[in-house]
């Protein structure tokens, strides 16, 4: 099946720092990659919608400026968050549809937890 | 896309079928019905999703009742490692970019039992 790596798999920072997290379809092409968070014992949210080329649909209550995508690449889409605080502090996956096949299915990457102190 | 109802928790013997139910009353007739689930402090990981007829795969069966309105994913041999939240979906068929778009809900936390 589809595998989608996400880099790194934890991270913890300062609060104040910016931190990029790293997305990639490792065997097809995504035309569209999800961005989503999940805090402890929650489900996941979405966060945003990113297709190759264009700019990110970000999801209600969602800053765009806060949680800055990248998606240049059919293979890769980035997520920085910026100027972290603990709040932050969460699981971030990202999941990506492959377009070559013509499929609906996601394919999710194996998640990022960051920590903010 | 419409709303699903699943059981907070179920428990099952290892080597037993786990059959677990969702209930999508409001399903729409372009809406598919998606299976995931979600190791402990994993990315979730696709199983199996229908429209009308039942399907199988290496993974699971998923069984659609004929008004579309519920159904059951079946594992028909849990082991240990089945352990998971499992997550039903509805979501609509189409080719908008918004229609590609996962609404999870809480989901039900199976525990495989040895």
């Known amino acids: 099946g589809a595998v989608v790596s996400q880099h790194p798999s934890w991270v913890i920072c300062k609060s104040g720092t910016s931190v990029k997290i790293e997305c990639r379809s490792l065997?097809?092409?995504?035309?569209?990659m999800f961005w989503y968070r999940q805090f402890p014992k929650q489900s996941l949210m979405l966060m945003a919608t990113s297709n190759e080329g264009s700019k990110a649909t970000y999801e209600q209550g969602v800053e765009k400026d806060k949680f800055l995508i990248n998606h240049a690449s059919l293979t890769l889409s980035t997520l920085t968050v910026t100027s972290a605080h603990p709040e932050d502090s969460s699981f971030y996956i990202c999941?990506?549809?492959?377009?070559?096949?013509?499929?609906?299915?996601?394919?999710f990457g194996p998640g990022t937890r960051l920590t903010v102190l | 896309d419409a709303k699903t109802t699943q059981p907070t928790s179920m428990d099952c013997a290892e080597g037993r079928a786990a059959n677990l139910p969702c209930n999508h009353s409001t399903i729409s007739g372009n809406e598919y019905v998606y299976w995931y689930r979600q190791i402990h402090s994993q990315g979730p990981q696709y199983i199996i999703h229908?429209?009308?007829n039942n399907e199988t795969n290496e993974m699971a069966s998923l069984i659609i009742t004929e008004d579309r309105k519920s159904s059951t994913l079946i594992l028909p041999h849990a082991t240990l490692r089945d352990t998971a939240v499992y997550y039903c979906?509805?979501?609509?068929?189409?080719?908008?970019?918004?229609?590609?778009?996962?609404?999870f809900g809480k989901g039900t936390k199976l525990s495989v039992i040895p």
């Open positions: 999941s990506a549809r492959d377009g070559g096949s013509g499929g609906n299915e996601q394919f």
């Open positions: 229908g429209l009308k």
């Open positions: 979906i509805v979501r609509v068929a189409g080719s908008g970019a918004g229609s590609y778009q996962l609404t």
């Open positions: 065997d097809f092409q995504a035309t569209t």
